[in-house]
């Protein structure tokens, strides 16, 4: 981690420092992890229809017996059901009652002596209708391989595995834009440097010149013209100067020390020199391009086309008749003699005219066809992207072959010109004519070698360095 005590010095402010304060505190990066709690709390959510569900009721109630007395009764009722992730529910039950089972049975009956004095006689009168069970229900048709809850957690899942890949996109996202403002400012620097150079160069001239002029070797109007080249210089330097400063604010906002803070590279933190141009083996391009295939772009694309599969199962599950059976064994706490009682039962529900399920199973089959071209072309711009930075890192080494060509031959016509003007077979004008050729030609140089490692980030880019998790970044080193 950066300290502000150690960018106080004038330390060297790498392209990769620039990554690793990327990587710990842009805020944009932090809120692409966010959506990684987010997907956390979506699984949560889809967990809870799997857990074990209790109720419970309690009634109390006032009645009256077959005497006329009245009396009180206690009902107690409690339940737990269980929603698997394999279909099948569980349900278990107690209830315990003290109101008898025929208490208004003997109002209905109340003219029939002879059934209620049976009733009496017999084990049912006064039973208080105590028993626990436990048993299932299991779907045979709908919701048997899927259901709305199982689907919520798939898709859930799948939330998470698309929050991983948007923030391995979005860092390299970030990489590419700071790595493109880091070499502008690089650039602003160098030609800031030119400039410097430049203009302590007239200065000097200036000086030497006044000298000549006091002594007569030279005619007053060299001196006007050495002071044009100092105040033209000095408006170039100045303007270089806002160049810099400004590039270096546009790369501050990628460099936080902190959460809160940021940091402004100064001319201090400049590197010497910007690297030389490299060249790329074709059998590693052709690598390059196969191991792109696993870059974010195509595993989010791929996680779209599974949600949609999830929807088109749910929604040809819809189109099934409803076929539950549901075995519920009962046992007596009253009497366990009686032995285990088994309630069974099949319910059926048939959906007359599904157009919601249709609807939804030509939604899902329109989406996953659109993604299946999707992903065709994203392919394809991928391959493209790739080709397009080894273009661009082509055109630009070559550029610099050019530009440094052009700068060592006016660099050496600039010094030509400087021993010609010594020894009198030359002119001032047509001296500070070529050290301006000569500096123009040095900017270019700059210019072509911050845009051959703005290509070189374009490249690392398309190729998914910056994304692809477990990436061999040794390749360079290959070269």
Known sequence: TLTKNLWLSDKTLELEDVHRQVDLYYPSLDSAELERELAKAEIMGAKSSFIPR?????????????????????????????????????????????????????????????????????KLYGYNDSEMSFGLRLPILRNLLIDSYRADLKQAKLLSSSAEYGILKKRADLFLESSHKYWSWVMAGMNYRVAEKMLQLSKERLEGTNERVKEGASPPIDFVEAQSQVTSREEALIKARRDLEKEAISLSLYIWMNELDLFTPSYKNLPESIPEPLSIKTEIINEHQLSALMRP???????????????????????????????????????????TNIRGSLVLDVPLYPLKAKSQILKAKTKLEKNSL?????????????????????????????????????????????????????????????????????????????????????????????SIPNFDKTWISKL
């Open 54 to 122: 209790f109720a419970q009721r309690s009634l109390l109630e006032s009645y009256r017996e077959l005497d006329l007395k009245r009396k009180e009764g206690f009902t107690f009722s409690s339940e737990l059901s269980w929603q698997s992730p394999f279909a099948v529910e569980l349900i278990g039950s107690v209830r315990a009652t003290t109101l008898p089972v025929l208490a208004e049975d003997g109002l209905i009956y109340n003219s029939n002596k002879a059934f209620l004095d049976s009733v009496k006689k017999s």
């Open 297 to 339: 772009e195509i595993f989010l694309l791929d996680i779209e086309s599974k949600q949609e599969s999830i929807n088109l199962r749910l929604a040809k599950n819809e189109m099934l008749p409803k076929l539950d059976l549901e075995v519920l064994p009962t046992q007596s706490l009253e009497d366990f003699d009686d032995g």
């Open 374 to 466: 999707a992903q065709r072309q994203i392919k394809a711009a991928i391959s493209n992207e790739i080709r397009d930075a080894v273009s661009y890192l082509e055109t630009s080494r070559e550029r610099i072959a050019r530009s440094r060509e052009a700068f060592d031959q006016l660099n050496q016509l600039a010094e030509a010109e400087r021993i010609r003007f010594k020894f009198g077979s030359s002119n001032l004008f047509l001296l500070n004519q070529r050290e301006i050729s000569a500096a123009q030609a040095e900017t270019k140089l700059i210019e072509a070698l911050a845009d051959h490692q703005k290509a070189l980030a374009n490249y690392r880019y398309a190729i998914g360095e910056w």
